[in-house]
């Protein structure tokens, strides 16, 4: 505001600048315009007087003048009549025509040194002398032109005169002298002027100019002081309302000390300073009443005053007024202090002391203090009732601080990967199992989608999981395969959605949980009863062909000893024999598959085993198929039943067999497996291969990627049973036209 009334003193100040020289401007030229009158006036009195001369000597036809060196007659009047006469006492004496005589008055002044000069011309003068000037002829133009008179500054011998013209009209005297001319009555025949020095006139122009000045000059100083006086009341006034509005400020600054928010000390200090500050105390504090009367004096005198209090008033000088106020729970004022009581409730817990005032309180300053009193009150209160909702509102957040560690300890410490999207799909929160899984900080995930994360297929399904439960309201379950480093992970998750108090559904939560090792144990699980059913079913077939076995082989035992030892038929009954004893040990194979029958682990060198087998092999696989063997001697040794490790290396090769019906290659290694630390067996073939698709079901019974009637799908699964019962591994590679390679890998280990 201060800045704002200077500007308006500033422009106020030029413009009674700018109109106190526009006076002076007007006036200076309207002063030179009247002295320009002034001088046209005497110059028209001349003129006046010149044409009134001339016309009466007109009108009387003439005078006569004695001749002489001064006045010779007219050369221009030569054939007048009666120019020249003589007087009866014989002087002669000439005609003096008006033109005659206004050029010696003229001449006259000039010789006499007068101020006032005159000017006969014309545009066709008959007298040389009467040529008219530069000036003249421009007026005589004007006069042809219709113009009455033509006035203005010029410079006639080198000084300034005001000249002043008027046209001469032709009358019938004039004609005696200037009909030759061609004039007739009335046109112009010349014109008459008028010239008055200018120096005088200009002497009256600058003595106007400079009172006009000097009192314009005085009358803008008094102006300036004008504004200026206005100005210095307006900062005044302002000065007084910017006070006003600082005392309302503080007046306001002390409400706002009472908020909730703010402890009783703090507001009661700002409170002390404005109500200081508005009434132009010297000291005040607030004091503490115990009860009425001496009490309340004595807490008075001695008060609990506050850090930054000043000294209080004298006891002496309070000595009832503190009853009082607490008695009436009014504003007491004295000469030099003001109690005002602090009433909550009915009740004076304090007093507010004010002192020091020069020239005492007013009724007005009771009022304030009183007020502020009040604010002391609703301060005191609000700190009361603030004291208990902070107490209340601690208990509370220690409970929410004890709920929400034991919630945020569950998150993070719960397996299942648990988060929240907003519906745009962004993550607002995430778990600690969530982020390992990603293998980002929690702050890298949250504000992004699952694209950033999850290839573009399985971020497609999520979010179709997303849009399914927001648009359902419950809980969605969905299974999922999500790519990973080291293998797909299964997960089964469920999500729904979040709402807020009016039911609107502002996010979706999600909760995911890893059943890829479930789901293999549920898978080895299924595996294990299958391989149990088809143990129980060999295992009664088994039963059933070992005791047909026997008959054959008891029968053809006394068959042979019945032939003659020449008999042709004794080799014939020895294959039968053989065949019966090869079927035993097949079913010894399958009871011990169906764990009917104990198997019989021992040490042995699989070296040996796999070159006494070689025979068998080769007349098992063909001779459409090549046979190649790859031993180390070194390796084992293995601790299990040899039968079932023959049964191993037999249906593994038989299924290589029929990988091959147009012959190939099959290849047999046998070595120490040093990363693993057993013993690992390599079978591949060059055979047809398995698909893709149906590599995760080959070791299941009874699957079969063959024709109807060329296998049952039991050799893979007896094989997988065999390698799990003895705590070994099984893995397979292979595709379609690059044949098959299995590596089964046998643990080393020693009888207990």
């Not at 203090?369 to 208990?388: C, I, K, M, P, T």
């Not at 409970?399 to 907003?422: F, N, T």
Request: hydrophobic content about 40%; proline content about 5%; overall charge positive.
């Amino acid at each position: 505001m201060m800045r704002s009334l200077n500007k308006l003193a500033t422009y106020a100040a030029l413009s009674w600048t700018a109109l106190a020289a526009l006076s002076l401007a007007w006036n200076v030229h309207h002063g030179s315009r009247q002295v320009l009158e002034v001088g046209r006036t005497q110059a028209r009195a001349v003129l006046e007087k010149d044409l009134l001369l001339r016309h009466w000597v007109a009108e009387t036809g003439g005078l006569y003048a004695p001749v002489g060196p001064e006045l010779p007659p007219n050369p221009y009047l030569r054939g007048v009549r009666d120019r020249d006469i003589t007087a009866p006492s014989g002087r002669r004496l000439t005609l003096v025509d008006p033109a005659y005589l206004t050029r010696r008055l003229h001449e006259l002044g000039r010789r006499k040194g007068l101020g006032v000069s005159g000017h006969l011309t014309s545009l066709k003068p008959l007298r040389p002398e009467n040529a008219p000037d530069h000036w003249e002829a421009e007026a005589l133009r004007e006069f042809e032109r219709g113009t009455a008179e033509v006035s203005g500054w010029a410079f006639v011998a080198g000084r300034r005169r005001l000249r002043l013209m008027r046209p001469l009209k032709v009358e019938a005297d004039c004609l005696r002298c200037h009909a030759a001319q061609g004039y007739r009555l009335g046109d112009i025949r010349g014109g008459i002027s008028a010239s008055v020095p200018a120096d005088p006139l200009l002497e009256i122009e600058r003595r106007h100019i400079v009172s006009m000045s000097v009192g314009h000059g005085v009358l803008w100083l008094f102006g300036l002081l004008g504004i200026a006086y206005a100005v210095r009341r307006l900062r005044s006034s302002e000065e007084r309302r910017r006070s006003r509005e600082a005392e309302i400020a503080a007046l306001l600054e002390g409400a706002r000390a009472v908020l909730p928010q703010r402890r009783f000390e703090e507001a009661a200090r700002e409170i002390l300073r404005a109500c200081e500050r508005i009434t132009g105390a010297r000291s005040g504090y607030l004091a503490w009443a115990g009860g009425g009367g001496k009490a309340a004096e004595k807490l008075i005198r001695e008060p609990a005053a506050l850090p930054d209090a000043g000294p209080g008033p004298s006891f002496e000088s309070l000595r009832g007024l503190s009853a009082e106020a607490l008695r009436t729970g009014r504003a007491v004022l004295a000469g030099d202090a003001v109690l005002a009581p602090l009433v909550i409730r009915g009740q004076a817990p304090a007093l507010l002391v004010v002192a020091g005032k020069s020239g005492g309180f007013s009724e007005g300053d009771l009022r304030i203090v009183e007020g502020f009193a009040g604010l002391a009150s609703v301060a005191l209160d609000n700190s009361r009732l603030l004291e208990e909702v902070e107490a209340h509102r601690d208990e509370l957040d220690k409970e929410v601080r004890l709920r929400s560690g034991q919630m945020q300890a569950i998150l993070d410490h719960s397996p299942a990967m648990i988060y929240a999207k907003d519906l745009e799909g962004r993550f607002l929160f995430v778990n600690r199992s969530f982020a390992e899984f990603f293998h980002a900080p929690p702050d890298r995930i949250v504000g992004k989608t699952d694209s950033a994360f999850l290839p573009k297929a399985a971020a497609e399904r999520s979010r179709e999981s997303d849009r399914k439960a927001i648009d359902s309201g419950g809980p969605v379950w969905a299974d999922d395969r999500i790519p990973r480093e080291g293998g797909d992970r299964e997960q089964l998750t469920v999500k729904f959605p979040l709402k807020d108090s009016e039911g609107r559904v502002y996010a979706v939560c999600g909760i995911s949980t890893d059943v890829t090792e479930r789901k293999r144990l549920e898978a080895r699980l299924f595996q294990a009863q299958k391989l149990d059913v088809l143990g129980r079913l060999s295992g009664g077939v088994a039963h059933d062909f070992n005791n047909l076995l026997t008959i054959i082989q008891s029968y053809a035992g006394f068959l042979l000893k019945g032939l003659p030892p020449d008999s042709p038929l004794r080799s014939d009954v020895g294959e039968v024999i053989e065949a019966a004893d090869r079927a035993s040990s097949l079913t010894r194979r399958l009871l011990a598959f169906s764990r009917d029958q104990a198997v019989t682990p021992r040490e042995f060198r699989p070296a040996a085993a796999v070159r006494e087998m070689v025979k068998m092999l080769r007349r098992l696989i063909g001779a459409h198929i090549e046979l190649k063997l790859s031993v180390a001697e070194d390796a084992g040794p293995l601790f299990m039943d040899p039968s079932q490790f023959e049964q191993v290396i037999m249906n593994l090769a038989v299924n290589a067999r029929d990988a091959m019906p147009q012959g190939g290659t099959l290849e047999m290694e046998m070595r120490n497996d040093s990363p693993a630390g057993g013993v690992l067996l390599r079978v591949t073939d060059t055979g047809c291969g398995i698909a893709r698709e149906a590599l995760p079901n080959i070791f299941d019974p009874f699957f079969t990627t063959k024709g109807q009637g060329e296998g049952a799908g039991l050799g893979l699964s007896a094989v997988y049973g065999i390698v799990q019962q003895n705590r070994g591994t099984i893995e397979v590679e292979s595709a379609p036209g690059k044949g098959t390679t299995f590596r089964v890998r046998f643990p080393r280990r020693e009888p207990a």
